[in-house]
Each structure stands twice: as C-alpha cells, then as structure tokens.
C-alpha cells in the first residue's frame, strides 16, 4: 500500500486536507488547476458568520503549504486521468506551461507592471483589468508569474518580448511546453469546488445591466483589495447606491432550468454582506428578496451569536 496522497483542488478544502495529512506524516500531491492556490475563499472581504478577514485565515495556511516538507505543490496543472484502486492510484497530471520558471522567477512583478497586454481580471470577478502576464492577486502561492498565453502578442502574434527583456532572472520562456507527469499515490482527495451559476441565463434578472452584479462581484466591491479599495458603488456612475436588493436563490431551488437543490450558502452570505454594506455606509437601504429562509441564519449573527453553516433546505428537494 502506497503511503502517498494525492489532494485534487487548492482551495480552503483541498489546503486544509493537505495539511492535516502532511502533518500526519504523508506525503501529499496537492494539485490545482489555477496558477496559484486559496481558491475562492482569496477572493472573499470577510467570511460568515463571525465576520473575520477571510484573508486572514487563509494566507498563514497559504505559507503554511507552500513551505510544508510534506507537500508538493502542482499548481497551474490538470488531472488527466485516475486509475488503479484503493491503496494504488496511478494519477495523471498535465502541468501547464506558465511560460515562467518557476525556479528562477523571485515574483517582482516588473514584467507586470511593463506588459501592454490589458484583460479581464477574474481575480476581481471580471470587475477589473489585470496584464496578459499576472501574479493572480499580492498573497499568491507560488508568487510566480504566468503568461495567459491566448492573450499574449508574443504568444499569438510573434510581436512584443516586453516581459522577457525587463525579467532580471531570465525566467521568462516562451518555449515551455505543457508537461504530462505520473504520480503513485495510496489514495486520492477530490476537493475540486465549485463553479458559481451564470445568472446570464435567467434573462429576467437583467445581468447585462452594470449595476447588476453576482454576490461575489460584491465581495469584490467590499473588499479593501478590491476593483474599488473597499468603496461599495455602482458600476454604472462610481456613485454609493441608496438602495440594493438582494435576490436569494438565482439557479438554486428551481425545477425550470432543472436545479432543485438548494444553495446551502446564499442565505448566509446574503446576511454577511448586508451587515458589512450596512458598516460601509449605514445609510444604504438593503432589502432581501427570498424564498424562504432560515430566521437563525439572520438573527443569530446580529445577536453576535454562531450559528452552523449546514442549512435546513440542504438536504430537501423543491419541486
Ligand atoms: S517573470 Fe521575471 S520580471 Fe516577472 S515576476 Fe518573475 S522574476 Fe519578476
Ligand atoms: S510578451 Fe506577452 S506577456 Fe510579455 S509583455 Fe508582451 S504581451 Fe505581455
């Protein structure tokens, strides 16, 4: 039996699984699809219900793994395949080309700063723009830079060089390739997340107006790291709104576009940022449109109480 584990996702679950087994005495494999790991929660202002900085919490375990004896960090890298069975897994992972070293970058972010190239930045849940090579956001682990390759003038066009000719250590490479390691592992933990629902598809919700937004465009909003430093506006005037509604429940506990389930979360993060809106500017009108909820998850925090995070509606079905 291998003693070895593989931990697929470097978000706040995949992290801590890591740990606990690293610390354990096992040798773990923890793999991530995005350039750096803390998932989600990195990009959270505070976390439900005590309200504490998420990045807070997060970024001493961030370290924490980066430097771990135990573990081996495969960022910006995709699991191919999983075979074998429970004891010996043969795990297949494609480590994309970040077209960096790894090994030589020290993270200045002068490339950065130098590059041309300006995109989407999903960081901020496309509410800003970030350069065509990018250290996903200041706490990153690994603090290297990668190169969004389809949005590269080199990479698509042979033109420009900027970040090869400013990189100090030379680590800039455009001639990486992606590369296919195997791992032999005794088990594996699948931590791979989630993906938040398009609200684009329920046209009625008008997401294609600016001052639409997605609860984590709104984190993003409350954030001090965030697009605005902090400063809850309208993307549509820069100015504070005088009122928002908050609408529960969008592609969740609908059997029209085939999702019964419910959320397990909106109720929750729906009390966290009004409370911290309402701190922003107390003069802000907040309503919350819902279904129906769990009264606990709204008062408790109010009367500084902790509530569980595991909702009532969890484990139904609505039809
Ligand atoms: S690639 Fe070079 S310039 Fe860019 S962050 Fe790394 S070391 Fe600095
Ligand atoms: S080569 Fe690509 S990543 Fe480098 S500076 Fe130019 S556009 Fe940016």
């Known amino acids: 039996m291998k003693g070895s584990v593989a931990v697929v996702g470097g978000g706040i679950a995949g992290i801590q699984a890591a740990l606990d087994l690293a610390d354990s005495g096992f040798k773990t494999y923890l793999i991530e699809s995005r350039p750096s790991i803390g998932g989600t929660m990195s990009q959270l202002d505070k976390t439900f219900p005590t309200n504490d900085c998420a990045m807070c919490i997060l970024s001493p375990k961030l370290v924490e793994t980066g430097r771990h004896p135990n573990i081996e960090l495969l960022s910006y890298s995709d ?20 077209y960096v070293d790894e090994t030589k970058c020290t993270g200045c972010g002068t490339c950065t700063e130098k590059c041309p190239t300006k995109v989407m930045d999903e960081y901020n849940a496309g509410m800003s723009k970030r350069k065509a090579i990018y250290i996903p956001f200041a706490q990153a682990i690994p603090r290297v830079a990668t190169i969004d390759a389809s949005k590269c003038i080199y990479l698509t066009k042979g033109k420009c060089g900027v970040c090869k ?47 639409v937004i997605t609860s984590l465009q709104f984190e993003r909003l409350l954030s001090a790291s965030g697009p605005t430093q902090g400063h ?45 809106a309402k701190e922003h500017d107390s003069d802000i009108d907040i309503t919350i449109f819902h279904i ?23 484990r139904r079905e609505y039809r």
């Open 79 to 98: 699991v191919k395949s999983i075979t074998g069975k429970a004891g010996d897994f043969k795990v297949k992972v494609v480590k994309k080309a970040r």
């Open 165 to 211: 000719k400013v990189c100090g250590p030379k680590a800039v490479d455009y001639e990486q390739k992606d590369k296919e390691i195997e791992l032999d592992v005794g088990s594996v933990v699948l931590a791979t997340g989630f993906k938040p629902f398009d609200p684009s598809l329920l046209k009625q919700y008008r997401f294609d107006h600016p001052d």
């Open 232 to 276: 809850v506006t309208k993307q549509s005037d820069g100015k504070v709104p005088k009122k928002i509604a908050f609408i529960q429940c969008v592609g969740s506990r609908n059997p029209r576009i085939d999702r019964k389930h419910c959320s397990s979360v909106c109720c929750m993060y729906a009390t966290k940022e009004s409370i911290i």
């Open 292 to 314: 129906d909820l769990d009264h606990t998850h709204f008062a408790a925090p109010l009367r500084g109480e902790m509530v569980g995070c595991v909702c009532s509606f969890q």
